[in-house]
């Protein structure tokens, strides 16, 4: 009988250790999840470039209209400015692109237009360079570029057609 109660009594301990051991630890809430920032379409900024960028321009500190990546890595020189779904007979989306760094090869366009879901991808065969990039509709789009010395991403505002 008595070893019975000394029993139970050591079923009662371990019981309540093992409970004291599994005890529910409360996981804080997620993350609230953030949406991503709205595209930032702007216009050329007319200056003089960056120094890495000047070769080629004379005079090197002339203002000239363009864009910069978000990172800073890439100069958009857009020469069709401003660029257009579809441009008039006799003018072309031509944008001069310059990388910081670039060892050849070409450079991959992956584009977004900011109201859709899929991408257009395009591609510059030599690499950062003279273009023309036509995308197929107005509006913001979000352009993720990669060459051989990086990857960055930058916005340019195409229009509709010429009425």
Known sequence: MRWSRCLRAALILVSASAAGCSAVVPTPPPAPITPEPAFACTDPTVGPLPEWARSGFAPPEQPVAHLRSVEGHVVAVPFGWPLRERQPEGR????????????????????????????????????????IIDLPGEGCWQLDLSWSGGTDRIYLRYLGPVA
Request: charged share 25%.
């Open 92 to 131: 072309a989306n031509k944008v001069l692109w310059v990388a910081d760094i670039h060892t050849g090869g070409p450079m991959l366009i992956h584009a977004r237009r900011e109201t859709d879901i899929e991408t257009v991808r395009r591609e510059v065969a030599g690499g950062p360079g003279p273009s």
